[in-house]
């Protein structure tokens, strides 16, 4: 009896085990399939840009997109074949600097985007969204934000630029980030050299900043909060009370020294809807007109308090 119910118990533990590895398993495979899903959905987004907005236009964008617009204005081959000729050997080259997975999704990424670019210009010719400069540069750097976040959400990259940065800040002192702003804005200065247009040009810089910016937005989202540090050589704990009381939120008291461990301080760190703000600053105000009041962006905030 003994040995029978042993032998029970320890096949209950291995079906649980095994389902409890299967469960993990499918949870991974569900997370991978909406990575892949933002990754294409990204990719459509940044060739529609390239292909309805920016290239009619000749505006150019950062990275090989960029590139590639200019190129194709020089060289007339699809905007697609171009993209996939400079990232091809960016990705046999960096392959080692971009770990397994990452270069996987990025050559399954950069796969769709030059399916999608050549799709819209060559088999359906879809026609320039508008001829507008000022249109065209607005829609088109947010569809290649909106397009390069997606896609950044998925967990991977556009190639190109991120590629070559990464294999230079490895190989050098200099940053991943200092590296794309040099290509970018190599880029552009080409733009403006081969249409022998500046004004095209700084068209395209806004282009690129319209696009980082909706990056961070679908990256971190719109920030509505504020984090605030309030500092006063009176008693902290009343005013706590008082901003709780009057505006219901709450924080954390964080206790400590001046930098010479002359005086003692304490600091409040609070979370605020940017709508209280102004009140949180009235009560602060109130209580202590020579307070110490920090405000900074909370640009992603993960759990509750």
């Not at 029978?4 to 398993?25: D, G, K, P, Q």
């Not at 950069?110 to 829609?139: E, K, P, R």
Request: glycine share 10%; with cysteine.
């Amino acid at each position: 009896a003994f040995i029978l119910t042993t032998i029970i118990m320890n096949s209950e533990a291995y079906h649980f085990v095994f389902l409890l590895n299967f469960l993990v398993e499918m949870k991974k495979i569900k997370t991978e399939l909406v990575n892949y899903s933002f990754i294409i959905l990204g990719s459509f987004v940044m060739a529609l840009g390239v292909v309805g907005f920016l290239s009619p236009n000749r505006i150019a964008t950062g990275g090989t997109a960029g590139l590639a617009i200019v190129l194709h204005h020089v060289i007339n081959l699809p905007i697609g074949v171009l993209m996939a000729l400079v990232n091809i050997p960016l990705l046999l080259v960096g392959l080692k600097y971009l770990g397994k997975r990452f270069a996987i999704k990025t050559i399954f990424c950069i796969g769709f985007i030059v399916l999608f670019v050549d799709a819209l210009s060559q088999w359906i010719h879809l026609q320039s969204l508008s001829s507008n400069l000022m249109l065209a540069t607005l829609y088109g750097g947010v569809t290649i934000g909106i397009g390069l976040g997606l896609i950044f959400k998925g967990g991977a990259s556009a190639g190109g630029g991120t590629i070559l940065a990464k294999i230079i800040s490895a190989n050098t002192q200099i940053k991943t980030s200092t590296v794309i702003l040099i290509l970018d804005a190599l880029v552009v200065a080409s733009a403006g050299f081969v249409f022998h247009s500046i004004e095209l040009a700084l068209w395209s810089l806004i282009s690129i900043y319209v696009g980082s910016k909706l990056i961070d937005l679908i990256l971190v989202g719109a920030s509505s909060q504020k984090i605030v540090h309030i500092s006063s050589i009176k008693n902290l704990n009343e005013l706590s009370l008082i901003i709780s009381e009057n505006l219901g939120i709450s924080g954390t008291i964080i206790k400590g020294n001046d930098l010479g461990n002359t005086e003692y301080k304490d600091i409040i760190f609070i979370m605020i809807d940017k709508n209280k703000l102004n009140p949180l600053k009235q009560l602060v105000l109130q209580y202590d007109e020579n307070v110490k009041m920090i405000v900074m962006e909370a640009t992603e905030v993960l759990g509750k308090e």
